[in-house]
């Protein structure tokens, strides 16, 4: 297989990998609450939610695609 070939299929690889990633969709395991999206509508939620669970151990986690 020549040079070319494999890094085209390489590029082909990694697009599909991102193409899933980004669109494929999320599930969460049985009993967890669905995943949600932080924008400036849902805001004010989250700052009520955190706030409101001063007395348990309380994580955000950010993940960005980029």
Do not use: H
């Amino acid at each position: 297989m020549s040079r070319r070939k494999i890094i085209v299929l390489g590029l082909v690889a990694v697009a599909v990998f991102f193409l899933f990633y980004l669109y494929g969709g999320s599930a969460t395991p049985a009993g967890q609450q669905p995943l949600g999206r932080l924008d400036s509508a849902t805001l004010a939620s989250l700052k009520d939610s955190f706030n409101g669970s001063a007395r348990s151990a309380r994580l955000i986690v950010l993940v960005s695609p980029t």
